[in-house]
């Protein structure tokens, strides 16, 4: 095992080799970019992807409330607050942890744009203490057409949660988002963090006050793993934000809900939590324990030639997961395990022990990385998973806005059915949606880039959001220019 376990190891490592120098400044300025073409509502001045326009400016009129803002969740045109949330959290969280690194490449105040749009949206979406908008638009009829956010006329549905109609996973994620945002501001502006803050108590408070599972998102975004993993999530957060000891309370006296999991997702925190948590443990809160010995089960679950193993790469190492809109998993699984490598480090503790298995922390940021290099372009495929990345990268990402004239170049309204000719052409997507990271491959490392083929195709606002932290990580490798 342990020769087989070197021989796999040195092989990931001489394949990020012969790729050669990777720009991993100029990917995370692409990675970041990308959210300015999945924003909804009255564009800023200072909008850089010029293919967009206002969208969406009458949204919350149903019931006389303020909806406009956010962002569409991935190719399709409706907000989803729950995945919104989780994408605010996982930009907050590589603000906070790499933001010299962030700001080496002059990036920081992108960076913050793009959660501060995200995180005024979820204020404007909690109404109430006990009111959460979480769902603006019918997903089954925005499906039905492909046409610009700019020509929308399907129905802008409002989905809330309240006391008697509560939603656990969505409230504590809102929760965690607004936390995580308010670390991130305040230094900068102490104002806002306070006002985040009261905001993310409030949200915790609902969803942990009036428990309930949320399904109202279904079959776009159904809950599996249930709301506990959000509360613990939510209330790392809330600890990290205040050092207020009754969110540490929380996470103690609940410890016994934390699983062992194999998966990082917009439904699933446990993984996060737990590498939240972990950290605390070092730092001398030893009655977290537990926490600590469920995330290094989640690592040893991803790493190759570990005995626990069970995320299988595919041939040419990217971690797999699921089929459709993999490399979701890939990236927020690489999201935790950089988090760990940097907690262990801080620690000082050399290695995590896996069975008969023994990693250091070398050999888990070098598996970490091989996920980074392999969406970048060391693949099979010789290709890069991100638009506007490298020599080759996906052409035609299921994206309606980005498939479509842009409404400045072609002003007159396309309808419903009348987006379908672009949609069935086999040509590029008339505006390239750079940064955008699509589902990746399948199994096999094979893409066949067709937008129809949603499942590897469509990029998500969750999926950059899980890929900054790690490139960001790495951006010291390589710090000879900036980017703006």
């Known amino acids: ?8 190891l040195v092989c ?9 120098t990777l720009d991993y400044g100029h990917a995370l300025n692409k990675s970041i970019l990308f959210f300015e073409g999945q ?9 850089r992807v010029n293919w967009r326009a206002d969208s969406a400016l009458s949204d919350g009129s149903p019931d006389n409330v303020n909806l406009i803002g956010g962002y569409y969740d991935a190719g399709d045109n409706v907000k989803f607050v729950w995945p919104m949330s989780f994408t605010i959290t996982l930009l907050s969280w590589a603000a906070i942890e790499y933001q010299k690194e962030i700001s080496s490449v002059n990036q920081l105040g992108y960076l913050q744009s793009s959660i501060k749009w995200g995180a005024n949206f979820i204020i404007r979406a909690h109404t109430s203490p006990t009111t959460l908008y979480t769902q603006v638009g019918d997903g089954n009829a925005d499906h039905a057409c492909w046409e610009r956010p700019e020509d929308m006329d399907t129905p802008r549905t409002l989905y809330k949660i309240t006391s008697s109609s509560p939603g656990s996973e969505v409230a504590a994620e809102a929760a965690a988002a607004l936390a995580s945002t308010s670390l991130v501001f305040k230094s900068f502006d102490s104002k806002y963090s306070s006002h985040l803050l009261t905001h993310a108590k409030s949200l915790f408070e609902f969803a942990d006050k ?4 949320y399904q109202a998102s279904c079959p776009f975004y159904c809950s599996h793993s249930g709301y506990k993993d959000e509360l613990l ?5 809330l600890y990290k934000a205040t050092g207020e000891h009754k969110y540490l309370s929380f996470v103690i006296s609940n410890q016994g809900w934390s699983q062992a999991v194999n998966e990082f997702s917009w439904d699933n925190k446990f993984a996060g939590a737990q590498a939240l948590l972990a950290s605390e443990c070092y730092n001398g809160k030893h009655e977290l324990g537990k926490f600590k010995k469920d995330v290094e089960s989640f690592v040893c679950a991803l790493m190759p030639g570990s005995s626990s193993q069970q995320i299988k790469p595919t041939p040419g190492g990217l971690l797999f ?7 979701q998993y890939a990236t927020a699984a690489t999201t935790v395990l950089f988090y760990y490598s940097k907690t262990l480090t801080k620690a000082r503790v050399g290695s995590i022990q896996c069975g008969s298995t023994k990693f250091t922390v070398s050999q888990i940021h070098d598996f970490a990385k091989s996920q980074v290099d392999y969406i970048l372009g060391n693949n099979p495929m010789k290709m890069s998973y991100m638009v506007g990345f490298g020599n080759k990268c996906p052409t035609q990402p299921h994206h309606r806005s980005s498939s479509l004239p842009s409404i400045k170049s072609k002003p007159d309204k396309i309808d419903c059915k009348g987006g379908f000719s672009y949609f069935n052409s086999n040509q590029p997507n008339l505006n390239a949606h750079t940064g955008a990271i699509v589902g990746g491959p399948d199994s096999s490392d094979h893409f066949s880039d067709k937008r129809s083929d949603y499942a590897h195709a469509e990029p998500t606002t969750y999926i950059n959001a899980a890929f ?3 490139v960001a990580a790495l951006v010291c490798r390589n710090p000879t220019q900036t980017h703006s």
């Open 1 to 8: 095992m342990g020769k087989l376990l070197l021989v796999m």
């Open 12 to 20: 990931f490592s001489m394949a990020s080799q012969s790729l050669g």
């Open 39 to 47: 924003r909804s509502g009255k564009l800023p001045v200072k909008q």
């Open 210 to 213: 009036h428990r309930g599972s």
């Open 233 to 237: 999530w939510a209330a790392a957060w």
């Open 321 to 327: 997961t699921r089929n459709s809109s993999n490399l």
């Open 468 to 470: 900054i932290g790690p």
